[in-house]
T-cell receptor, first 115, second 112 residues
Framework: AQSVTQLDSQVPVFEEAPVELRCNYS??????LFWYVQYPNQGLQLLLK??????LVESINGFEAEFNKSQTSFHLRKPSVHISDTAEYFC?????????????FGTGTKLQVIP | DGGITQSPKYLFRKEGQNVTLSCEQN?????MYWYRQDPGQGLRLIYY???????QKGDIAEGYSVSREKKESFPLTVTSAQKNPTAFYLC???????????FGEGSWLTVV
């Protein structure tokens, strides 16, 4: 079974400051890793994902995440946040064993960007 | 415009009534899912379907029912047996043996 831990339920940060949203996972098998973003009253949008290859993955709006196998982490970072980044962010994992596999989500981190 | 369409966006239900939330996708994905989202609890899986005419219970299936008569449609019925149905409901779809799922815009259900 897998588990995902997002220790920070809320992260306030000033506009143009850097931010890191933490995600740690536990799994007995190799996994794929995802970050989703949810704006108020909307569904989840895929932000970025790690499937294989380079451990550093980037999104089109400046976020990046690095897969660290030894620390079982997939932290999300952005060097300079904007007001529009205010949202809730969910980390997720899925085993890469093939066939149907259940997605496990973290409990989410609310990013509050302060003007 | 491709994607996953959920309707209605907002729905009010009287106690004792069944209601059905619609989910339609034109992504041609085999697998579809229903999640429930409550504040501070993340997402919980209600039901999922990997193929037409087949579906499986998730972690919190009690009080819910689904059908999968067509590949593109996966409606969720919230029955009167669901004790606390007020929540945000999310439908998702993905390849049956794939690794990424995509979400609809969600539906708010409120019991009045």
């Amino acid at each position: 079974a897998q588990s995902v831990t997002q220790l920070d339920s809320q992260v306030p940060v000033f506009e143009e400051a850097p931010v890191e949203l933490r995600c740690n996972y536990s799994s007995s098998v190799s996994v794929y890793l995802f970050w989703y973003v949810q704006y108020p009253n909307q569904g989840l949008q895929l932000l970025l994902k790690y499937l294989s290859g380079s451990t550093l993955v980037e999104s089109i709006n400046g976020f990046e995440a690095e897969f660290n196998k030894s620390q079982t982490s997939f932290h999300l970072r952005k060097p300079s946040v904007h007001i529009s980044d205010t949202a809730e962010y969910f980390c997720a994992v899925i085993p890469n064993s093939g066939g149907y596999q259940k997605v496990t989500f973290g409990t989410g981190t609310k990013l509050q960007v302060i003007p | 415009d491709g994607g996953i369409t959920q309707s209605p966006k907002y729905l009010f239900r009287k106690e004792g009534q069944n209601v059905t939330l619609s989910c339609e996708q034109n992504l041609n994905h085999d697998a579809m899912y229903w999640y429930r989202q409550d504040p501070g609890q993340g997402l919980r899986l209600i039901y999922y379907s990997q193929i037409v005419n087949d579906f499986q219970k998730g972690d919190i299936a009690e009080g819910y029912s689904v059908s999968r008569e067509k590949k593109e449609s996966f409606p969720l019925t919230v029955t009167s047996a669901q004790k606390n149905p007020t929540a945000f409901y999310l439908c998702a779809a993905g390849r049956a043996s794939g690794n990424t799922i995509y979400f609809g815009e969600g539906s708010w259900l409120t019991v009045v």
